[in-house]
């Protein structure tokens, strides 16, 4: 299998990228910037995913495109929703599966909600980034429902604990839930980068979720 992974020199891209070598992928990465520690083994291109030609060079042959890159700048603009169109095309006209990570912010903290981040206790700083990819996720589930166009996609969402700031421990193990954050029997909810990529390679390799999202946590 060959992936192409926009925004494979970050935390999350880089672990699914090591992830998908272990598994004798091909993998190859779209950045604006050439990595500070390069990955054996990946192909790095270093250009913008906004650039229509750079996309379409970057995926073409690819069996996945995955998208991991924030969803806005750090002054809170939204910098993916506007080239979601164009990234979607990309991949379809490439018979490629779109693979997003996605943020927790937009998973319910129970059946029904409400979402994380309408909690009281979710961080106002997050909450530009977390909106964003909420509005990623809806602009998937309403312009390409599962069974209706030649998009094959899939959106993965953390446990309310995941980022570089905490990597946590690589178990080897993970749990999935459906638009509901994953929780232990304590309430609290983790996963570390390793583990969410374990996961996120588990679903390239063996697709088990059509055009929806997924939960993922410990």
Wanted: overall charge negative; aromatic content about 8%.
């Amino acid at each position: 299998m060959k992936i192409a992974i926009i925004g494979g020199t970050g935390y999350t891209g880089g672990n699914i990228a090591r992830e998908a070598l272990r598994r004798g992928f091909q993998v190859s990465s779209l950045a604006r910037h050439a990595p500070e520690h390069p990955i054996d083994g990946v192909e790095y291109l270093t250009g913008s995913y906004a650039d229509p030609e750079t996309l379409r060079r970057f995926v073409d042959g690819a069996d996945a495109l995955v998208v991991a890159v924030h969803a806005t700048t750090d002054e809170g603009t939204s910098v993916l929703l506007p080239h979601l169109p164009a990234i979607a095309r990309a991949a379809a006209d490439a018979g490629a599966r779109l693979g997003v990570v996605g943020g927790a912010g937009s998973s319910y903290v129970s059946e029904g909600g409400p979402r994380l981040i309408d909690t009281p206790d979710f961080h106002e700083e997050w909450k530009p980034e977390a909106v964003t990819h909420a509005k990623v996720l809806d602009w998937l589930l309403e312009n390409h429902p599962a069974g209706t166009d030649s998009l094959h996609w899939f959106y993965v969402s953390p446990a309310a604990l995941y980022g570089s700031y905490a990597p946590g421990e690589t178990t080897g193990a993970y749990r999935t839930g459906g638009d509901v954050l994953v929780t232990k029997e304590d309430g609290s909810s983790e996963i570390s980068g390793t583990d969410f990529a374990l996961a996120f390679v588990d679903e390239l390799a063996e697709p088990k979720h059509e055009n929806r999202r997924f939960t993922v946590g410990h």
